[in-house]
Protein backbone atom coordinates (compact mmCIF):
# COMPACT_ATOMS: atom_id res chain seq x y z
CA UNK A 1 0.00 0.00 0.00
CA UNK A 2 0.87 3.54 -0.91
CA UNK A 3 2.25 5.21 2.45
CA UNK A 4 2.36 8.19 0.77
CA UNK A 5 -0.21 9.53 -1.63
CA UNK A 6 -0.38 12.39 -4.04
CA UNK A 7 -3.05 12.97 -6.48
CA UNK A 8 -2.16 15.67 -8.51
CA UNK A 9 -0.05 14.89 -11.24
CA UNK A 10 0.18 18.55 -12.41
CA UNK A 11 -1.32 21.61 -11.13
CA UNK A 12 -1.76 25.03 -13.05
CA UNK A 13 -2.30 28.18 -10.91
CA UNK A 14 -2.73 31.92 -11.70
CA UNK A 15 0.29 33.89 -10.81
CA UNK A 16 0.08 36.18 -7.03
CA UNK A 17 -3.14 33.05 -6.41
CA UNK A 18 -3.27 30.82 -3.63
CA UNK A 19 -2.81 27.00 -4.33
CA UNK A 20 -3.21 23.51 -2.28
CA UNK A 21 -1.38 20.89 -3.02
CA UNK A 22 -2.80 17.38 -1.43
CA UNK A 23 -1.00 14.87 0.27
CA UNK A 24 -2.64 11.89 2.51
CA UNK A 25 0.01 9.56 4.39
CA UNK A 26 -0.66 6.22 6.02
CA UNK A 27 1.15 4.97 9.34
CA UNK A 28 0.90 3.33 12.39
CA UNK A 29 3.78 5.28 14.12
CA UNK A 30 3.00 7.33 16.75
CA UNK A 31 6.13 9.40 15.79
CA UNK A 32 6.53 10.61 12.30
CA UNK A 33 7.95 14.01 10.46
CA UNK A 34 6.33 15.44 7.25
CA UNK A 35 7.62 17.43 4.70
CA UNK A 36 7.82 18.90 1.97
CA UNK A 37 10.23 19.37 -0.68
CA UNK A 38 10.44 22.01 -4.16
CA UNK A 39 12.71 19.80 -6.91
CA UNK A 40 13.23 22.67 -10.08
CA UNK A 41 14.98 21.28 -13.09
CA UNK A 42 18.29 21.45 -11.72
CA UNK A 43 17.08 18.19 -9.59
CA UNK A 44 17.86 19.36 -5.84
CA UNK A 45 15.83 18.69 -3.24
CA UNK A 46 14.55 22.23 -1.32
CA UNK A 47 13.13 21.87 1.95
CA UNK A 48 10.27 23.82 2.34
CA UNK A 49 8.36 23.37 5.41
CA UNK A 50 8.17 20.23 8.43
CA UNK A 51 5.10 19.34 10.22
CA UNK A 52 5.79 17.26 13.07
CA UNK A 53 3.14 13.97 14.42
CA UNK A 54 3.12 16.36 17.94
CA UNK A 55 2.57 19.92 16.61
CA UNK A 56 -0.44 20.73 17.39
CA UNK A 57 -0.19 23.78 15.26
CA UNK A 58 0.27 24.10 11.80
CA UNK A 59 3.72 24.66 10.24
CA UNK A 60 4.09 28.06 8.12
CA UNK A 61 6.79 29.31 6.77
CA UNK A 62 6.69 32.30 4.62
CA UNK A 63 4.12 32.06 2.10
CA UNK A 64 4.32 27.98 2.75
CA UNK A 65 2.24 26.58 5.38
CA UNK A 66 1.24 22.98 6.01
CA UNK A 67 -2.78 22.04 6.63
CA UNK A 68 -2.20 19.30 9.08
CA UNK A 69 -5.18 17.19 9.84
CA UNK A 70 -3.98 14.12 11.66
CA UNK A 71 -7.50 12.49 11.94
CA UNK A 72 -7.57 12.62 8.20
CA UNK A 73 -4.23 11.62 7.51
CA UNK A 74 -3.66 14.52 5.71
CA UNK A 75 -0.91 17.21 5.02
CA UNK A 76 -1.70 19.63 2.50
CA UNK A 77 0.93 22.25 1.21
CA UNK A 78 -0.64 25.57 0.58
CA UNK A 79 1.32 28.01 -0.91
CA UNK A 80 0.29 31.75 -1.00
CA UNK A 81 0.72 34.52 -3.77
CA UNK A 82 2.31 31.98 -6.18
CA UNK A 83 5.08 33.04 -8.56
CA UNK A 84 6.57 32.25 -11.59
CA UNK A 85 9.57 30.58 -9.84
CA UNK A 86 7.01 28.52 -8.12
CA UNK A 87 6.78 25.99 -11.17
CA UNK A 88 8.54 22.87 -10.08
CA UNK A 89 7.97 19.14 -9.19
CA UNK A 90 6.85 18.91 -5.39
CA UNK A 91 6.96 16.07 -3.08
CA UNK A 92 5.56 15.62 0.04
CA UNK A 93 7.58 13.17 2.15
CA UNK A 94 6.87 11.28 5.33
CA UNK A 95 9.65 10.02 8.25
CA UNK A 96 8.43 7.61 10.35
CA UNK A 97 9.82 7.31 13.49
CA UNK A 98 11.62 3.94 15.36
CA UNK A 99 9.39 1.87 13.81
CA UNK A 100 9.89 2.56 9.95
CA UNK A 101 13.66 2.78 10.71
CA UNK A 102 13.42 6.74 10.43
CA UNK A 103 13.60 6.39 6.65
CA UNK A 104 11.83 9.16 4.72
CA UNK A 105 9.64 8.01 1.76
CA UNK A 106 8.04 10.22 -0.94
CA UNK A 107 4.83 10.47 -2.60
CA UNK A 108 4.79 10.51 -6.72
CA UNK A 109 5.01 14.66 -6.72
CA UNK A 110 2.78 17.09 -8.10
CA UNK A 111 4.06 19.66 -11.43
CA UNK A 112 2.80 22.74 -10.42
CA UNK A 113 2.50 25.22 -13.21
CA UNK A 114 2.16 29.08 -12.12
CA UNK A 115 0.71 31.00 -15.30
CA UNK A 116 1.68 34.66 -16.03
CA UNK B 1 20.39 23.81 7.35
CA UNK B 2 23.58 22.02 6.82
CA UNK B 3 25.52 21.28 3.94
CA UNK B 4 25.17 18.02 2.53
CA UNK B 5 27.51 17.71 -1.16
CA UNK B 6 28.02 15.14 -3.75
CA UNK B 7 30.64 14.24 -6.03
CA UNK B 8 30.72 13.94 -8.84
CA UNK B 9 27.09 15.81 -10.29
CA UNK B 10 27.24 13.98 -13.32
CA UNK B 11 29.56 11.50 -15.00
CA UNK B 12 28.98 9.65 -18.10
CA UNK B 13 30.47 6.19 -18.08
CA UNK B 14 30.82 3.59 -20.47
CA UNK B 15 28.67 0.41 -20.09
CA UNK B 16 30.67 -2.38 -17.68
CA UNK B 17 32.42 0.29 -15.78
CA UNK B 18 32.40 0.91 -12.21
CA UNK B 19 31.38 4.56 -10.88
CA UNK B 20 31.96 5.82 -7.32
CA UNK B 21 29.55 8.79 -5.67
CA UNK B 22 30.48 10.51 -2.72
CA UNK B 23 28.44 11.89 0.04
CA UNK B 24 30.09 14.47 2.42
CA UNK B 25 28.00 16.03 5.27
CA UNK B 26 30.25 19.08 5.21
CA UNK B 27 29.31 20.51 9.00
CA UNK B 28 27.95 18.08 11.00
CA UNK B 29 28.48 14.50 11.62
CA UNK B 30 25.78 12.19 10.08
CA UNK B 31 25.79 8.79 11.72
CA UNK B 32 22.96 7.81 8.96
CA UNK B 33 23.11 8.58 5.00
CA UNK B 34 20.38 7.29 2.99
CA UNK B 35 20.69 6.81 -0.83
CA UNK B 36 17.82 7.36 -3.68
CA UNK B 37 17.31 7.12 -6.82
CA UNK B 38 15.34 9.22 -9.09
CA UNK B 39 14.12 8.09 -12.92
CA UNK B 40 13.18 10.76 -14.86
CA UNK B 41 9.58 12.29 -14.29
CA UNK B 42 9.62 10.12 -11.24
CA UNK B 43 9.69 10.12 -7.73
CA UNK B 44 12.60 9.28 -5.26
CA UNK B 45 13.08 5.71 -4.35
CA UNK B 46 14.61 4.85 -1.45
CA UNK B 47 17.92 2.53 -2.07
CA UNK B 48 19.46 1.78 1.05
CA UNK B 49 20.56 3.09 4.29
CA UNK B 50 23.85 3.60 5.74
CA UNK B 51 25.12 3.81 9.39
CA UNK B 52 28.32 4.53 10.03
CA UNK B 53 30.28 1.63 11.17
CA UNK B 54 28.01 -1.07 9.61
CA UNK B 55 26.93 -2.86 6.63
CA UNK B 56 24.29 -0.67 4.62
CA UNK B 57 20.67 -2.25 4.73
CA UNK B 58 18.92 -2.17 1.44
CA UNK B 59 15.17 -2.04 0.20
CA UNK B 60 13.43 -4.77 -1.26
CA UNK B 61 14.94 -5.16 -4.51
CA UNK B 62 17.87 -3.22 -4.60
CA UNK B 63 20.79 -5.23 -5.67
CA UNK B 64 23.59 -5.05 -2.81
CA UNK B 65 26.38 -6.50 -5.14
CA UNK B 66 25.60 -4.17 -7.76
CA UNK B 67 25.42 -1.39 -5.29
CA UNK B 68 28.02 -1.23 -2.86
CA UNK B 69 27.42 1.50 -0.24
CA UNK B 70 30.31 2.40 2.24
CA UNK B 71 29.75 4.64 5.24
CA UNK B 72 33.46 4.34 6.60
CA UNK B 73 33.21 8.23 8.21
CA UNK B 74 30.95 10.25 9.70
CA UNK B 75 31.39 12.71 7.04
CA UNK B 76 31.54 10.35 4.07
CA UNK B 77 29.28 7.63 2.34
CA UNK B 78 30.00 6.30 -0.87
CA UNK B 79 27.84 4.40 -3.67
CA UNK B 80 29.69 2.58 -6.16
CA UNK B 81 27.59 1.32 -9.15
CA UNK B 82 29.56 -1.99 -10.54
CA UNK B 83 29.68 -3.51 -13.70
CA UNK B 84 27.09 -0.24 -14.91
CA UNK B 85 24.64 -1.01 -17.20
CA UNK B 86 22.17 1.86 -19.25
CA UNK B 87 19.32 0.66 -17.18
CA UNK B 88 21.37 2.21 -14.16
CA UNK B 89 21.27 6.07 -15.76
CA UNK B 90 19.39 7.68 -13.51
CA UNK B 91 19.74 10.88 -10.65
CA UNK B 92 21.11 9.45 -7.14
CA UNK B 93 20.83 11.29 -4.13
CA UNK B 94 22.01 11.06 -1.03
CA UNK B 95 20.85 12.68 2.34
CA UNK B 96 22.50 12.98 5.71
CA UNK B 97 20.92 12.47 9.05
CA UNK B 98 21.56 11.59 12.96
CA UNK B 99 20.16 8.84 13.18
CA UNK B 100 17.30 9.19 16.31
CA UNK B 101 15.52 12.51 14.55
CA UNK B 102 12.62 12.89 12.54
CA UNK B 103 13.65 17.09 11.34
CA UNK B 104 17.02 16.88 10.71
CA UNK B 105 17.97 15.29 7.62
CA UNK B 106 19.62 17.19 4.77
CA UNK B 107 19.53 16.51 0.70
CA UNK B 108 22.80 16.55 -1.35
CA UNK B 109 22.20 18.15 -4.80
CA UNK B 110 23.22 14.81 -6.65
CA UNK B 111 24.60 12.99 -9.38
CA UNK B 112 23.26 12.46 -12.90
CA UNK B 113 24.91 8.75 -14.05
CA UNK B 114 24.74 8.64 -18.39
CA UNK B 115 26.11 5.05 -18.40
CA UNK B 116 26.08 4.04 -22.52
Known amino acids: AQKITQTQPGMFVQEKEAVTLDCTYD???????LFWYKQPSSGEMIFLIYQGSYDEQNATEGRYSLNFQKARKSANLVISASQLGDSAMYFCAMREGLAGGFKTIFGAGTRLFVKA | GAVVSQHPSWVICKSGTSVKIECRSLDFQATTMFWYRQFPKQSLMLMAT?????????EQGVEKDKFLINHASLTLSTLTVTSAHPEDSSFYICSATVHGTLYEQYFGPGTRLTVT
Open chain 2, 50 to 58: SNEGSKATY
Open chain 1, 27 to 33: TSDQSYG
